[in-house]
């Protein structure tokens, strides 16, 4: 059967599972699209990877690429395969000394660390027509910013000055409060658009 690559789209939060994400991948030159439902701690970790943060210590996908780094293995591509009763499935194709490997993992976990490895993501057609979707452009504009977004209606951060919003920023990060910066970074994103 033959794969498809896919693209992170972009992250918002779920309609239908209170405190998820979805995840949105997309065919590479098509319109189809896989939401997946992946919960706040990945989609954290998915989203200060794109957003290259530096965390003051590692998470746990970062833990897992420096021992797969220190050991010699590699992440080849992540392969989502199935998809069964509401849930995706995936696999890491791996290689060490030329020995290939293939590992069960979580989808979120998959394209977690497929971003810390820069290898492709795939799927198959089989799985696209189950499971994909095409989306209206309302809901394309609403996705297409590849972080977790503010979930609050009122942004506490609104009246801070940009001084205020870095010093915060910095903060957070050493705090390692990935959520609080997300928000804080997005704030600041916000107004360097306005100008």
């Not at 319109?31 to 590692?58: H, N, T, V, W, Y």
């Not at 205020?164 to 990060?173: G, P, S, Y």
């Amino acid at each position: 059967m033959q794969n498809i690559r896919l693209e992170i789209i972009g992250m918002s939060y779920s309609q239908s599972q209170s405190g998820a994400y979805a995840l949105i991948l997309g065919e590479v030159g098509g319109e189809r699209r896989l939401p997946i439902i992946i919960g706040g701690f990945e989609a954290q970790s998915i989203a200060i990877e794109l957003e290259k943060m530096k965390p003051s210590r590692p998470l746990t996908h970062d833990l897992f690429k420096n021992f797969a780094d220190h050991y010699g293995i590699n992440i080849k591509q992540v392969i989502i395969n199935k998809f069964e009763k509401g849930v995706f499935f995936a696999k890491l194709l791996c290689v060490s000394e030329n020995i290939e490997s293939e590992i069960d993992a979580r989808t979120s976990d998959a394209v977690a660390l497929a971003i810390r490895f820069k290898c492709p993501i795939y799927t198959n057609e089989k799985l696209l027509k189950e499971a994909g979707v095409i989306l209206d452009e309302t809901k394309k504009s609403d996705i297409k910013q590849n972080k977790v977004p503010d979930k609050s209606p009122d942004n506490e951060y609104a009246d801070l000055s940009l001084n205020e919003l870095h010093r915060i920023l910095k903060e957070a990060v050493d705090n390692e409060a990935y959520e609080k910066a997300s928000v804080i970074r997005d704030e600041i994103q916000k107004r360097k658009a306005k100008g």
